[in-house]
C-alpha cells in the first residue's frame, strides 16, 4: 500500500532545478541525483546502481513513476538493495547517449524511461526501457527483475563483471574514430535512395507507425532537389508537410506540433510538445517556402513562431524545453474535444460547420469519445488560400475562440528549464521566419533571448548548458555551443548586427578549446569537466536534433565563408570528412550533416543588401532576398551608416 506524496519526507532530489527529478522528490524511492554522493556510496557499500533516465514530459516515464516507484514494496527493494540514481536525460544528454547505446546493444532497441543496471565501476549489465511493476504476458516485472538481479549480482558476480566489462567495451568501439574521406555528391544521393523506397506516397512521411517529423530530411531533400532539379524530390517534401500541417499532429487551434504521431496518417499524436521539434519544423517550413511560395507553408511557420513564443517564452527571454502530453492524469486531455464542447463554445450552427471541418465526431477518435481536431490536407491549403479570405477569417474567429475555451481548462505541464542547444535553435527558426516574413517581432524575440544565453549561461566566456530557477552550473556539451553559434549567425543575416558574429566566433574557439579530439578531425561530444563514464563520445548521428559534429561543421563553414578566414572552412572539411564511415553506413541518420555537405559542394555565394536599414527600401530589398531559396548563400545586410 502507498504512502500519499503529500505526507512523506522528501528524498535527495528536492534540491534539484530539473522539474523532471522533482517530480520524484517525494517518491518513497531513495533516489540520488548523479554525483560523487551516489557513485560513493554504490562503491563503499559494494551496491549495483539502478540508474532511471527520462524527462519531464515523457508519458511512459509517468506511467512507471505511478506504478512502480509510488510504490512501497519495489521502493524498499531499490532502497535495500541497490543505489537508485535518477538523470534528467535533457540535462546529462552525454550519460543518456552512452548507456541508450548499451542497452540498444543489449536488445536492439531503446526508449524512455531508460531503465539500466550498472556495476559499483558504472558498467552496464542489464538494462531496459518501461517495466511494469508486476509480470505481465510471460515478461518479468520491475519487483521481480529487482530480485533477480540481486540474486545474480551476489551469487554470480564473475559472470555479472565479464558481461558488463563487454558491453562497456562495446561501447567504447562504438566512440573510437574511423576511416575518413573527403565529403562528395554520392553521400546525398545514397540517402536520397534509402528516404525514396521508405517513402509513404499517400500520406508523406517515411515509413509506417509511429511516425515522427522528418525536418532535417526534408531540408536535405529540398537541397537536393534544387541541385538535381528532381520534381520528385520537392514532391516528398510538399506531401509530407501537406499532411502533417492538416493531421493530428498539428495543434489547429494554438499552433505548433506534437512530439510525433501515434498513426502513420498524421492523426492522433503524442501530445508532448516540445521546442527542439518546432524550431526544427519551422525551419523547414519556412524553406518549402521559399522553395515554393505556398501560403499554407507560411501560415504554418508563423502559427508555429506563435505557439513558441506564447506558451514557452520565458520573461526573462530564453525558451521552456516542452510542454506535457498529460493533463489531469490523461493523455491529450487537454488538446481533445466532443462534439458538445465544440457547440457550446461556437453556437450550434457554427459548432456543426467547425465539427464537419476539423472531424469532431459523436464516436470520437480519441478516447471516452473525444475527437482530435485535423483536417484534409486540400481544405488546409484552401483556408491559406488569401483569395478565400472571408472563409479564411470565419474559421480563424472560431479557432480562435475555441482557443480560449481550451485556456480554461488544467494545462498540461510545462518543463521551464532553459537548454542551450534548444535555444539555440529557437534563434535560427525566429531569425530566418523574421527575415523571411518581415516579422520584425520575431527577430526582436530572437535577440532578446541570445542576450539572454549570452548573459546568464556564459557568465564567464564559457557556456553552460542548461538554466533554471536562477541556477545554471553545468558545463555545456558540444552541441549547445554549435547549435547557439548558427543561431547567432541567423541573427547576423537578419539584422546585420555585428555583436553576433563576434560571439559566433567566440563559441567557435571555445568548441576548439573543449572539445577537440586528437585523434580525428572531428569533436567529442562532452567536456572533460563532465567525466562522461566508459567513453567520451563524438554523438555522430543526427536524431532529434543535429548532431553537434554536423551543427560543428556547417557553423565553422558559415564562419569561414563569411569572415574570408580558410583556416574555418578546412575545420568543417575535416569534420565533415571524419564521418566518412558513419554515412556510407548509415546515410539515414545524416540528414542535417548531409544538407552541410551540400553547402560545401556548392560553393560559397553572397547575398549583399546594402542600404540605410530604417530605410523601407532597404526593408523591402532585404525581404526580396530572403523570399529565394538560396539555402547555401550568406546574405548579409550592410548600413554604409553603421561603426
Not at 520524484?24 to 531513495?30: E, F, G, I, L, R
Not at 536535405?220 to 532539379?229: D, E, I, K, P, Y
Not at 534548444?422 to 535560427?428: E, V
Amino acid at each position: 500500500m502507498s504512502v500519499p506524496a503529500s505526507t512523506r519526507r522528501p528524498n535527495r532530489l528536492l534540491g534539484c532545478t530539473s522539474p523532471y527529478l522533482l517530480q520524484h522528490a517525494h517518491n518513497p524511492v531513495d533516489w540520488y541525483p548523479w554525483g560523487d554522493e551516489a557513485l560513493d556510496k554504490a562503491r563503499r557499500e559494494d551496491k549495483p546502481i539502478f540508474l532511471s533516465i527520462g524527462y519531464s514530459s515523457c508519458h511512459w516515464c509517468h506511467v512507471m513513476e505511478r506504478e512502480s516507484f509510488e510504490d512501497e514494496a519495489i521502493a524498499r527493494l531499490l532502497n535495500e538493495r541497490f543505489v537508485p540514481i535518477k538523470v534528467d536525460r535533457e540535462e546529462r544528454p552525454d550519460l543518456d547517449e552512452v548507456y541508450m547505446t548499451a542497452v540498444q546493444l543489449m536488445h536492439g532497441q531503446g526508449g524512455w524511461p531508460l531503465s539500466v543496471f550498472l556495476t559499483p565501476d558504472l558498467r552496464p549489465f542489464y538494462g531496459g526501457t518501461y517495466f511494469p511493476p508486476e509480470d505481465r504476458h510471460g515478461h518479468p516485472g520491475l519487483k521481480t527483475l529487482l530480485e533477480r538481479l540481486d540474486e545474480v549480482y551476489r551469487g554470480q558476480r564473475g559472470e555479472l563483471e565479464q558481461a558488463a566489462r563487454r558491453v562497456a567495451e562495446a561501447v567504447a568501439r562504438l566512440a573510437s574514430p574511423e576511416e575518413a574521406a573527403d565529403p562528395k555528391a554520392a553521400w546525398v544521393d545514397a540517402a536520397v535512395r534509402a528516404m525514396r523506397a521508405r517513402f509513404d506516397d499517400v500520406h508523406g512521411g517515411f515509413g509506417g507507425a509511429p511516425k515522427f517529423p522528418p525536418a532535417m530530411g526534408l531540408m536535405l531533400l529540398l537541397r537536393a532537389h534544387r541541385r538535381t532539379g528532381d520534381r520528385t524530390l520537392l514532391h516528398m517534401v510538399e506531401t509530407t508537410l501537406d499532411h502533417m500541417a492538416a493531421g493530428g499532429i498539428h495543434d489547429h487551434l494554438g499552433g505548433g506540433f506534437a512530439r510525433y504521431s501515434t498513426d502513420a496518417e498524421w492523426r492522433i499524436p503524442h501530445f508532448e510538445k516540445m521546442l527542439v521539434d518546432n524550431a526544427l519544423l519551422v525551419l523547414a517550413y519556412v524553406e518549402a517556402w521559399q522553395a515554393t511560395g505556398r501560403p499554407l507553408y507560411e501560415r504554418v511557420a508563423r502559427e508555429t513562431c506563435g505557439f513558441v513564443l506564447r506558451e514557452l517564452r520565458a520573461p526573462d527571454g530564453g525558451f521552456a524545453s516542452a510542454l506535457d502530453a498529460d493533463s489531469e492524469g490523461q493523455e491529450g486531455r487537454f488538446y481533445a474535444w466532443t462534439r458538445a464542447e465544440v457547440e457550446e463554445a461556437l453556437g450550434a450552427q457554427e459548432g456543426r460547420a467547425f465539427a464537419a471541418r476539423f472531424e469532431v465526431t459523436e464516436a470520437g477518435n480519441w478516447e471516452e469519445g473525444r475527437s482530435v481536431l485535423r483536417l484534409d490536407p486540400e481544405e488546409a491549403h484552401r483556408l491559406a488560400d488569401p483569395r478565400r479570405e472571408e472563409t479564411r477569417a470565419g474559421v480563424d474567429r472560431q479557432r480562435a475562440t475555441l482557443l480560449a475555451a481550451r485556456a480554461r481548462r488544467v494545462p498540461p505541464g510545462r518543463d521551464d528549464k532553459v537548454v542551450a542547444s534548444w535555444n539555440g535553435l529557437a534563434l535560427s527558426a525566429l531569425a530566418r521566419a523574421g527575415a523571411a516574413f518581415g516579422e520584425e517581432g520575431y527577430v526582436e524575440a530572437a535577440r532578446d533571448a541570445a542576450d539572454f544565453l549570452l548573459g546568464r549561461l556564459r557568465p564567464a566566456g564559457r557556456l553552460l548548458h542548461s538554466y533554471r530557477l536562477g541556477r545554471a552550473d553545468l558545463p555545456a556539451f558540444l552541441d549547445d555551443c554549435t547549435h547557439l553559434g548558427l543561431g547567432l549567425l541567423d541573427l547576423v543575416e537578419a539584422t546585420g548586427e555585428a555583436r553576433w558574429l563576434e560571439a559566433a566566433l567566440e563559441l567557435a574557439d571555445e568548441i576548439e578549446g573543449r572539445f577537440r579530439d586528437p585523434d580525428s578531425g572531428a569533436y567529442l561530444y562532452s567536456d572533460p569537466a563532465h567525466a562522461t563514464p566508459i567513453a567520451r563520445t563524438r554523438g555522430g548521428e543526427d536524431g532529434a536534433t543535429p548532431a553537434g559534429n554536423s551543427a560543428a561543421a556547417h557553423l565553422l563553414l558559415r564562419l569561414g565563408r563569411l569572415t574570408g578566414r580558410p583556416e574555418l572552412e578546412e575545420r568543417a572539411r575535416r569534420v565533415l570528412a571524419a564521418q566518412a564511415a558513419l554515412v556510407e553506413r548509415a546515410p539515414s541518420a545524416c540528414h542535417y550533416l548531409l544538407c552541410v555537405v551540400e553547402s560545401w559542394l556548392a560553393g560559397p555565394r553572397e547575398v549583399v543588401v546594402s542600404g540605410a536599414a530604417a530605410d523601407p527600401r532597404t526593408r523591402a530589398l532585404h525581404r526580396t532576398a530572403w523570399r529565394a531559396f538560396e539555402p547555401h548563400a550568406v546574405r548579409l545586410p550592410l548600413d554604409p551608416a553603421s561603426p
